[in-house]
């Protein structure tokens, strides 16, 4: 579901999926200088990423990933922010990455799916 | 078939608090959907633009500034015991704290944790007052806010 305003600077889209029992609901929305890439079965922003790409002198790209709120114990949500963001930089790597992931089930089938699904529907 | 009384008993009954939207017997509204609004506020020169994001626990919310940056995030949310609302900048945002003000009051009239966006320059008061008013009156046109406001301390 793409956004209705054409006029308005910031684009959004909206993707429902059901994984594993859970409905989740996924909004992108893109910014001048981000993308923000909001995923959630709970009702809540939940934990809140931040990915972006470093500058550097060398040849491969590097990436800062963190978590700024919620929790910092799952790796595997940074291995998410980390993956989006490399998509997104391959794109426009000037965007910087904000991602919440508000889920009750944080396994790698839900993860991929969720990942699979927002580049399916990105809006970079 | 609906009479007119019956149609504006419904839409009076779709005035009503937030936490009572799930009650309103319109079938074609997704209850437990995410629902986006993006509305556009121009005066004096400044053009002020408003993303809301309803969550069925929390409200995302950016507010723009004469450009489509993100700017600087704030989460803030009714802390127990007392429900006193507390703020906190998540991004960006060190010493200006514009926005968070924004934050708080919008927890106390809405009743929900709120995540805001915003970029706004710092050290203008009035921009961000106008902001607020503006999107304060916006939430409860769209319902979001709740009767009875928590109380500051």
Known sequence: MESLDANFPVRHRKVSLETKGNKTEIVICSYEDHI??????????????H?????????????SVSVIFGKRDEPMMIATARRLIDHISSYVPSKTLVLSLGLKDHSSETLKEIVAAVIENRLW | M??????????????KIADQINDS?????????????????VFDDVTLQFQIIRLTKQIYVW????????????????????????????????????????????????GLNIIL???????????????????????????????????AT
């Open chain 1, 36 to 49: 923000l890439v909001i995923a959630t079965q709970i009702g809540a922003m939940g934990t809140i990423l």
């Open chain 2, 63 to 110: 507010i723009g500034y004469n450009s489509a940056k993100f700017g600087n995030l704030y989460a803030a949310a009714s802390t127990r015991p007392s429900n006193t609302v507390s703020v906190t900048s998540v991004l960006g945002g060190t010493s200006d704290n514009t926005g968070s003000g924004i934050a708080r009051r919008l927890v106390m009239k809405a």
């Open chain 2, 25 to 41: 017997g319109d079938v074609n509204r997704d209850e437990d959907g995410v629902k986006v609004s993006c509305f556009t506020e």
């Open chain 1, 51 to 63: 990915a972006r790409k470093e500058e550097g002198m060398s040849v491969e790209p590097t990436f």
């Open chain 2, 117 to 151: 966006a915003c970029n706004i320059p710092k050290n203008n008061p009035l921009l961000e007052a106008k902001a607020e008013k503006m999107l304060i009156r916006k939430l409860i046109d769209l319902g979001y806010t709740m009767p009875t406001p928590l109380r």
């Open chain 2, 2 to 15: 609906e009479t007119e009384y019956d149609q504006v008993l419904h839409s009076v009954a779709q005035v």
